[in-house]
């Protein structure tokens, strides 16, 4: 089942602009990871931080990380048109007991950079 | 030097046929994994190997098996093929453990006609 929503689903934005994508996820985590994708291509592994975390910085990437309201969110500072791709947050719950985890993706963000 | 590579990158084929999708990894990631990514981009899980052990099986029909020889390689083998099953299939793999992340094969783009 889906772990993640994702809000906003499509986001628009002049370069140089900040990008905020925001996503929820409805079970205890172990981490939470974001990862790009764009047309045609596969994903590419961006940030994770740990449930112990609150905020984690990646150059330009900066991801923050409330279980309380179990939500993060993902802020691109900025903005390239070369940012221009699909945004995916996704979860590995907190089962315990085993050292492996299945990694539950949200709905994803689209995000488009206007030159 | 591709770390995770899928082929085919596009399978075209009718209702009824059996294919497969092969995918490699050179990182020396204990496991890997095999996705589904719809038209509308959602994307789930539907089996991972750790190690050539089978560990993780979502819901997935029977007509879908994997198969994996050694901890570098994962198939993926679909009998009687459905217009349903059209759908990006992506590979992945990852680091034994929890806090790695994956990486991912650019895809194979599947189409049932």
């Known amino acids: 089942s889906q772990q993640g929503e994702e809000d906003p689903q499509a986001l628009s934005i002049q370069e140089g602009e900040n990008a905020t994508m925001n996503c929820s996820y409805k079970?205890?985590?172990?981490?939470l990871q974001w990862y790009r994708q764009n047309s045609g291509r596969g994903l590419v592994h961006l940030i994770l931080i740990r449930s112990n975390e609150r905020e984690k910085h990646s150059g330009r990437l900066r991801v923050t990380l409330d279980t309380s309201k179990k939500s993060s969110s993902l802020l691109i500072t900025a903005s390239r048109a070369a940012d221009t791709a699909s945004y995916f947050c996704a979860t590995i719950q907190d089962a315990g007991g085993t050292s492996y985890g299945k990694l539950t993706f949200g709905q994803g963000t689209i995000l488009t950079v206007h030159p | 030097d591709t770390a995770v590579s899928q082929t085919p990158k596009y399978l075209v084929t009718q209702m009824g046929n059996d294919k497969s999708i092969k995918c490699e990894q050179n990182?020396?990631?204990?496991?890997m994994y095999w996705y589904k990514q719809d038209s509308k981009k959602f994307l789930k899980i539907m089996f991972s190997y750790n190690n050539k052990e089978l560990i993780i099986n979502e819901t997935v029909p029977n007509r879908f098996s994997p198969k994996s020889p050694d901890k570098a390689h994962l198939n993926l083998h679909i009998n009687s093929l459905e217009l349903g099953d059209s759908a990006v299939y992506f590979c992945?793999?990852?680091?034994?453990?929890?806090?790695?992340?994956?990486?991912f094969g650019s895809g194979t783009r599947l189409t049932v006609v």
């Open positions: 992945a793999s990852s680091a034994r453990g929890r806090y790695y992340g994956y990486t």
């Open positions: 990182l020396g990631h204990d496991t």
């Open positions: 079970t205890s985590i172990n981490n």
